[in-house]
């Protein structure tokens, strides 16, 4: 059973040009969940998805910033016209199916996103 | 709004030591906490997972507390070992807006 998959591991971007960042999610797992990890911050929660749906997106930034989770396929994060601040390591997680309040998450290996 | 807080910030200990890490957290309604380590540059490993009603939860040498009145967690590290070496991290759970992280815990064992 393989883990959270995320694609790139890396990712370099002009400043201007759009991220997609991948996540599959678990076997069996329903529910995404974005963060992102700024240098010398902790974690931040961005966005909460289960398939087609977005439940919760309120660490998400207004603008330039996406996320969807089709009915197939991965996850994607879509950051679009990238600034420097966006470089990041942004993490997803998984969890079951029953919601996220008594579950696990298990998270996948991150991508890196550098903005030059 | 949930903050979560981890002290001690780093931790250098010899190889064979006993250890504590603290975390705090402000709001006590929380479904759950885990504990994560995370090596350099690599994703996040679940440790433990302490369910609300849960007062504690035991892995090998590692033994997490939770006392979810005062909004405290201390995971207990025995006979640590340089592989233990990682940042380790505490988070909760308060419901449809995913984990709230603290900063984590920078753990050194010496050989």
């Known amino acids: 059973n393989a883990g959270v998959m995320q694609n790139p591991r890396h990712l370099v971007r002009r400043r201007g040009q759009e991220a997609r960042l991948r996540c599959s999610p678990m076997?069996?797992?329903?529910?995404v969940y974005w963060y992102r990890q700024l240098p010398e911050e902790g974690l931040k929660f961005m966005v909460y998805?289960?398939?087609?749906?977005?439940?919760?997106e309120s660490g998400m930034p207004k603008e330039r910033f996406s996320a969807e989770f089709p009915k197939e396929g991965p996850s994607i994060l879509r950051i679009q016209q990238v600034v420097r601040g966006d470089s990041a390591a942004y993490f997803c997680?998984?969890?079951?199916?029953?919601?996220?309040?008594?579950?696990?998450?298990?998270f996948g290996q991150g991508t890196r996103l550098t903005v030059v | 709004k949930q903050e979560v807080t981890q002290i001690p910030a780093a931790l250098s200990v010899p190889e064979g030591e006993n250890l504590v890490l603290n975390c705090s957290f402000t709001?006590?309604?929380?479904?759950?906490l885990q504990w994560f380590r995370q090596d350099p540059g690599k994703g996040l490993t679940s440790l433990l997972l302490?369910?609300?009603?849960?007062r504690e939860q035991t892995s090998g040498r590692l033994n997490a507390s939770l006392d979810k009145s005062s909004g405290r967690s201390t995971l207990y590290i025995a006979a640590s070992q340089p592989g233990d070496s990682a940042t380790y991290l505490c988070?909760?759970?308060?419901?449809?807006?995913?984990?709230?992280f603290g900063k984590g815990t920078h753990l050194i064992i010496q050989p």
């Open positions: 997680a998984s969890s079951p199916g029953t919601g996220n309040m008594n579950t696990e998450a298990f």
């Open positions: 076997k069996g797992h329903s529910h």
């Open positions: 998805l289960q398939k087609e749906n977005i439940i919760d």
């Open positions: 709001d006590s309604a929380i479904y759950n």
């Open positions: 302490i369910q609300s009603s849960q």
């Open positions: 988070a909760v759970s308060g419901g449809a807006d995913g984990l709230t």
